[in-house]
């Protein structure tokens, strides 16, 4: 019997001709999300429901999804972080899961630098100040000689490492489970406590995946390490970030800006941190690029198929 496979990421449908046809050569029964949106839990419980296979981005992957979801083999994450997926129910219920981690790797690390020099020259004030008549300017600060802060040494902030290190960042990183030195003496990277990541960045940035350990790594105690004149960047997950003690650093100049791609409930609606003009926020677009959607398709089908026939 053919395999009935779920595919939920909206981006999957614009991926170019070597993706589909590479899903045309197995014999697949492929159900595509047309909401437009990603799915609610609700819905996640009904379309999962006779599924083989599951190919996911960032909708829910509960235990009670999981629980329903009978016939279910395989998970097939179109992309890096695993925080929507319940592992644990997974393992349990003997499901595989995989993950297309390293495929969009460039482009968040790049939306991630993106964000250091908007912040460092106050581009959307600019541009906002401009568009409603103004021209006055806000002085900024150069890249070049500040010291990036990178938290989580894996896929995403190696290359966060490298752009920076080609800007001529001093660059300073904390990831307990890192070994590799050759990449540390290639990028000119040195490792450090995550107190001293948030005492000396200029930059702070956030590549760690949301588990128990890092959720609201940043926090008021420290947010109270950084210096007045640092910044955030958060391109990881929204759960990393107190945003209320966020929001208090930055209403009250504690550190002088913030840039995030993700937040705690996406979207967020009315959140206060939106009515402040040193946070910018974009709609989690860090993996949306021509190159990473068409990378993680085909990553993620290639999982997935290994995972439902080998
Ligand atoms: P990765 O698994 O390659 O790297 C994560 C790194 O974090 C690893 O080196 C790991 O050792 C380190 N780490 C784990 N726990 C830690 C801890 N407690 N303290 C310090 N370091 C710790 O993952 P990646 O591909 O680099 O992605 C990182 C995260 O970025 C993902 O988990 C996901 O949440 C997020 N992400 C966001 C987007 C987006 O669109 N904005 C896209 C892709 C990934």
Redesign the pocket.
């Known amino acids: 019997m053919r395999a009935k496979v779920l595919i939920t990421p909206r981006s999957f449908l614009k991926v170019k001709e070597q993706a589909q046809n590479l899903l045309k050569r197995y014999d697949l029964d492929l159900i595509y999300n047309d909401t437009g949106k990603t799915l609610t839990e609700e819905q996640m419980l009904k379309m999962c429901e006779d599924v083989d296979g599951l190919i996911v981005g960032i909708d829910p992957v509960t235990e009670k999804v999981l629980k329903n979801a009978r016939k279910l083999k395989a998970i097939s994450k179109y992309?890096?972080?695993l925080?929507n997926i319940d592992l644990k129910t997974a393992r349990e219920l003997g499901i595989k899961v995989a993950s297309a981690?390293?495929t969009?790797?460039t482009s968040?690390a790049e939306?991630a630098i993106g964000m250091f020099f908007a912040l460092a020259r106050n581009l959307a004030k600019h541009v906002f100040l401009v568009k409603n008549g103004g021209w006055d300017r806000i002085q900024g600060v150069e890249l070049t000689g500040k010291t990036a802060g990178i938290?989580?040494?894996?896929?995403?902030?190696k290359e966060v490492a490298r752009l920076a290190n080609g800007i001529g960042m001093r660059i300073i990183a904390?990831?307990?489970?890192?070994e590799d030195s050759e990449f540390l003496k290639k990028y000119d990277v040195k490792m450090a406590s995550l107190e001293s990541v948030f005492k000396e960045a200029d930059f702070v940035t956030l590549?760690?995946?949301?588990?128990e350990?890092?959720a609201k790594i940043v926090n008021e105690n420290t947010l109270k390490l950084m210096k007045k004149t640092a910044y955030i960047v958060n391109?990881?997950?929204g759960g990393l970030i107190d945003e209320d003690a966020l929001y208090e650093a930055l209403k009250n100049d504690k550190i002088a800006g913030a840039a995030s791609?993700?937040f705690s409930k996406e979207p967020p609606g009315f959140h206060k941190l939106l009515t402040l003009d040193n946070f910018l926020l974009t709609p989690?677009?860090?993996?949306?690029t021509a190159e990473a959607v068409e990378k993680m398709a085909i990553k993620s089908i290639e999982n997935l198929v290994v995972l439902l026939f080998d």
Do not use: M
């Open positions: 992309g890096a972080g925080d981690a390293g969009n790797a968040v939306l938290i989580g040494l894996g896929n995403i902030g904390y990831d307990p489970y890192f590549h760690v995946p949301l588990t350990a890092t391109t990881s997950r791609d993700v989690h677009i860090g993996a949306y």
